[in-house]
């Protein structure tokens, strides 16, 4: 079946300018989280939705950074007033609901933004 | 979640026989070891998961010690497209428990 999809697989913009990254969970799966890496990093947790409950944003680097699921299946992460230091692969995953023996995270090919 | 330490990197030759190690010490009883690999430019894509027991799939065996502090995957035939970063990651299943990822260990597949 199809895997997490995500979108634009690359984005450039300007530094100041905000952004908007999309991903497609595996359906079915209600978990999704989105992570970042940095060049030469570790991938780094950022946020995470579980069915209506209020998500986890724990990791977001900064108040300019915000996310929405809409509908339990798509999500957005937003970035504002885009900094060159937000340049990174941005990686969203999805599972099964955890708690139920399925919890493995299927990530997707993630999207390269690049603020200039 | 438990800290996990793998060698920075490891060579392997074309259709022998990869063995990643990592270790667990501090593992909790309800902790899993999970392993993820990442192939350049790519997403991590999940390779296998176990709690006690030694698991097997397509692509890879698990081998887990019986005091569950360190642990082994097995790549049986190792090919060019198996080099990769490879992540060994121990987190408990429970609501919203994310991927804590560490450096991981480079394998270089060599022809």
């Known amino acids: 079946g199809a895997g997490v999809s995500q979108s634009p697989s690359n984005k450039v913009t300007e530094k100041g300018k905000d952004v908007e990254l999309r991903c497609d969970p595996i359906?079915?799966?209600?978990?999704l989280y989105w992570y970042r890496q940095s060049l030469g990093q570790g991938l780094e947790f950022l946020i995470y939705?579980?069915?209506?409950?209020?998500?986890?944003k724990s990791g977001l680097p900064s108040d300019r950074f915000s996310a929405e699921r809409t509908g339990g299946s798509v999500s957005t992460l937003t970035i504002q007033r885009t900094q060159q230091e937000d340049s990174a692969v941005y990686l969203c995953?999805?599972?099964?609901?955890?708690?139920?023996?399925?919890?493995?995270?299927?990530f997707g090919p993630g999207t390269r933004l690049l603020v200039l | 979640d438990a800290k996990t330490t793998q060698p920075t990197s490891m060579d392997c030759a074309e259709g022998r026989a990869a063995n990643l190690p990592c270790n667990h010490s501090?593992?909790?009883?309800?902790?899993?070891v999970y392993w993820y690999r990442q192939i350049h430019s790519q997403g991590p894509q999940y390779i296998i998961h176990?709690?006690?027991n030694n698991e097997t799939n397509e692509m890879a065996s698990l081998i887990i010690t019986e005091d569950r502090k360190s642990s082994t995957l097995i790549l049986p035939h190792a090919t060019l497209r198996d080099t990769a970063v490879y992540y060994c990651?121990?987190?408990?299943?429970?609501?919203?428990?994310?991927?804590?990822f560490g450096a991981g260990t480079i394998l270089r597949v060599k022809s």
């Open positions: 995953a999805s599972s099964f609901e955890p708690g139920q023996g399925k919890e493995t995270q299927y």
């Open positions: 359906s079915g799966h209600t978990a």
């Open positions: 939705f579980q069915g209506n409950s209020a998500p986890d």
């Open positions: 501090t593992i909790s009883g309800n902790e899993y």
């Open positions: 176990g709690l006690k």
């Open positions: 990651i121990v987190r408990v299943m429970e609501y919203g428990n994310k991927l804590v």
